[in-house]
């Protein structure tokens, strides 16, 4: 049964440290997603990825997040430092393109809290 | 600007009874729609979609969406709810260009009472 994993599920940091989130996408999907989920903004687009390049990131606040696929297995999130108000559940999903398909397969996601 | 519209936050409803939960969606170009859902502390699980052919749409556990291109709508429905049928619930879209993320509306919470 193929899923989207990742790591942690949950973190509770400090205003100013870094915290980083893990996504391990469905093997031979080559299309990644960050999203956001907040009770004011509702999910929304951070970054998206295919083939490890970046595409899309004009979602992401540039002056503290950072996103990057290291390898096909492993996309990670970065916030530095972290502020309160990045308190949200991050969603990694993955797709593979091109294909008639959209389809998005979401991870459980990572629920953060700075305090 | 692109943009996807669920105008029911909260949807109650009494076990076995039908519900219909709404999404329209702006579209100059053509669309795939999503349908999501959402159970308390997990992360999103898609329930149907709609990318070419009929234009309904079922899912394994008795939902079903009707695209109207006219209306710009995908609606949800289910003629007999259940008390695990209780979740949010996201309609997406992707539109026909070269970014291929989704536009998600804010969410239905459904919730199915005794």
């Known amino acids: 049964d193929a899923r989207v994993t990742q790591t942690p599920r949950h973190k509770v940091t400090e205003m100013g440290q870094e915290v980083t989130m893990r996504c391990q996408p469905i093997?031979?999907?080559?299309?990644v997603f960050w999203y956001r989920q907040t009770m004011m903004q509702g999910l929304e687009l951070l970054a998206y990825f295919r083939n490890r390049a970046p595409l899309d990131d004009s979602g992401m606040p540039k002056d503290r997040f950072s996103a990057e696929m290291p390898d096909a297995t492993l996309a990670t999130l970065k916030i530095q430092p972290s502020e309160p108000r990045d308190s949200a559940v991050y969603f990694c999903a993955s797709g593979l393109v091109p294909t008639g398909e959209r389809t998005q397969y979401f991870g459980p996601g990572t629920r953060l809290t700075v305090l | 600007a692109q943009s996807v519209t669920q105008l029911d936050s909260q949807v109650p409803v009494f076990e076995e009874a039908p519900v219909e939960l709404r999404c329209n969606y702006s579209s100059s170009v053509s669309v795939y729609l999503f349908w999501y859902v959402q159970y308390p502390n997990q992360g999103l699980q898609l329930l149907l979609k709609?990318?070419?052919?009929?234009?309904l749409v079922e899912s394994i556990n008795g939902f079903e969406a009707e695209f109207n291109k006219s209306q710009t709508s995908f609606h949800l429905r289910k003629p007999s709810v259940h008390i695990s049928d209780t979740a949010e619930y996201f309609c997406?879209?992707?539109?026909?260009?070269?970014?291929?993320?989704?536009?998600f509306g804010s969410g239905t919470r459904l919730q199915v009472q005794p």
């Open positions: 709609y990318l070419s052919g009929s234009t």
């Open positions: 997406a879209v992707s539109w026909d260009t070269g970014r291929r993320a989704l536009t």
């Open positions: 093997l031979g999907h080559n299309t």
